[in-house]
């Protein structure tokens, strides 16, 4: 029997140790999912955008989920974020900020999701650094920034305001007053030396981060630090008798207790369309309630004062026009030019109608003349002319009027359904549509777009009996003074009207009833002139 040795003996308890820990650690990585963790976030500006790294302590993995348009993102599925921040204000263009978030369902909040915010809508590419520990995020710029060429560094891009030799802050205070000039000097610093040097109780919280450069001279040490927090975009509050200074965007417990909360309600617009008129770093602070056609806005006093009144002046009342129209049918083709006259002092102006190729003429005739009225009846009475329709309609500034005179009729069709052809009897429109959308801008002008259709009957369908349609569209745009009357003329409807009659019994009779029957075809044919005029309806009308 052979005894084993001593090393053979060390070296078996050797790797048995080793899997043991193997087995130990490998129990360890699965009740616990391996992470790395975000250590800082870091922007750089570029001439032509915005650099951005996400730096961690371990290999990094990304997803590129969609890095183009005003938001973009990326997703870091194995990573927690370390930096201590949700929100970076970044405000260098195209940028606006950044934004930290853990999705939900995550597990042992491990993986985030960087949300960039853009003042614009471009593009961007994300890489990954040569140690894999980082990726760069490239926002692209739509403006090129100028360069600044140092001497080691000859063809090195800075950021678009260069730093001067005389950087820092100059702080002096005499009989209460305080004077102040500061270039590129670290907000943290120079309120350090403005409490120094007056006494004033002042701190800014961690989360700021600014350069402020800025001359004022001989005002209270109060008024100092609110024209720096206004100028900077910072709220500014007083905390047990110590004014605050904190980011604008509440991101956290202490700037929401710097910032104040108001709804506005939207009243003569949508509160989607109000608030997308706002510049585009507003949205950080803006919420729409659609349900109360409201604004809602969280954001330090000053900044809430504005924001208030740059929406008093963006959400005034839309002009309304008064469209009022006459439509008249006149029964002899022969009485069109007669009808376009109607007084009208320049009958000329009315261009010619080619029925017979579909055109349709516009024209504007100016105001209508007084005897446009007695004209018309006169025609009226000797059976020539017929008013169809006086409608008057008010419409918002830019919305649609609708005219419609004719009648409702039924035709086949059909359509596909399980593979097998189906028919259907409809209702359509048979007539003239006619549909107004006038625009002002408030200089005693009124742009419409006035756009007719003609729908009539062109024959009957042999086998169904269903009337079979023609149509003709047309679409223009005219501009016009407040008053001022469009004429359009060209409205051509045909219609055939069949009548049957017999004589009852005879003309059911076999063989010989055809001879107690009788058909009749009948075609009515009619010109349409159409007068639109719109009003600018004045404000207490």
Do not use: C
């Amino acid at each position: 029997m052979r005894v084993p040795s001593n090393a053979f003996i060390m070296k078996s308890t050797f790797f048995a140790a080793l899997w043991l820990l193997a087995t130990l650690s490998g129990v360890a990585h699965a009740q616990g999912r391996a992470y790395t963790t975000i250590k800082s976030i870091i922007a750089t500006p570029l001439s032509n955008g915005v650099q951005i790294s996400v730096l961690a302590d371990g290999i990094l993995q990304y997803r590129d989920d969609d890095m183009s348009g005003r938001q973009m993102g990326a997703t870091f599925p194995d990573a927690r974020n370390g930096t201590g921040k949700n929100f970076i204000n970044l405000n260098r263009y195209p940028v606006s900020h950044l934004q930290m978030l853990t999705p939900q369902g995550a597990q042992n909040g491990i993986g985030l999701r960087l949300n960039i915010f853009n003042l614009s809508s471009t593009t961007g590419s994300i890489t990954r650094t040569p140690d894999g520990q980082g990726v760069l995020l490239t926002i692209q710029s739509d403006r090129t920034l100028p360069t600044v060429r140092g001497g080691g560094n000859a063809g090195a891009s800075e950021a678009a305001t260069t730093v001067a030799p005389d950087e820092g802050a100059g702080v002096s205070f005499k009989d209460g007053l305080i004077s102040i000039r500061a270039v590129r000097a670290d907000i943290h610093e120079l309120m350090g030396a403005i409490a120094r040097e007056s006494g004033l109780a002042v701190a800014v919280d961690d989360a700021v981060d600014r350069k402020v450069s800025l001359n004022l001279q001989d005002v209270t040490p109060e008024s100092a630090v609110r024209t720096i927090g206004t100028a900077y975009g910072l709220a500014l509050a007083p905390i047990n008798g110590i004014l605050m200074l904190s980011e604008g965007v509440p991101s956290d417990l202490a700037t929401y207790r710097a910032s104040s909360t108001q709804s506005f309600r939207i009243q003569n617009s949508q509160a989607d369309a109000v608030s997308g008129l706002l510049p585009n770093f507003l949205s950080q602070y803006v919420k729409t309630n659609a349900e109360q056609n409201a604004i809602v806005v969280t954001a330090p006093a000053q900044i809430l004062t504005k924001i208030g009144a740059d929406l008093g002046r963006v959400d005034v009342p839309s002009p309304q026009i008064a469209i009022e129209a006459i439509a008249v049918e006149l029964s002899d083709t022969s009485d069109l030019d007669i009808g376009l006259r109607f007084g009208n002092p320049n009958p000329g102006q009315f261009a010619a109608v080619d029925v017979g190729s579909g055109s349709l003429s516009y024209n504007t005739i100016g105001a209508l003349p007084r005897s446009f009225e007695a004209n018309l009846k006169a025609l009226e009475l000797k059976g020539r002319a017929r008013v169809r329709a006086r409608p008057q309609m008010v419409v918002v500034n830019g919305a649609t009027a609708n005219l419609f005179i004719g009648s409702q009729r039924f035709i086949l069709t059909q359509f596909n359904q399980s593979g097998q052809t189906q028919n259907r009897i409809q209702p359509v429109d048979v007539g003239v549509k006619l549909s107004v959308t006038p625009l002002t801008g408030g200089n005693g002008e009124i742009t419409a777009r006035v756009a007719p259709e003609v729908s009539n009957i062109t024959e009957l369908d042999l086998q169904s009996g269903l009337p079979v349609l023609s149509t003709r569209r047309s679409e223009t745009t005219v501009r016009i003074k407040d008053g001022e009357t469009i004429a359009i003329g060209g409205l051509t409807l045909d219609q055939e009207q069949t009548r049957r009659g017999k004589i009852p019994f005879l003309g059911d009779l076999p063989l010989f009833g055809p001879l107690f029957r009788s058909r009749k075809n009948t075609t009515v044919k009619t010109e349409l002139v159409v007068f639109v005029t719109p009003h600018i309806v004045k404000p207490g009308n």
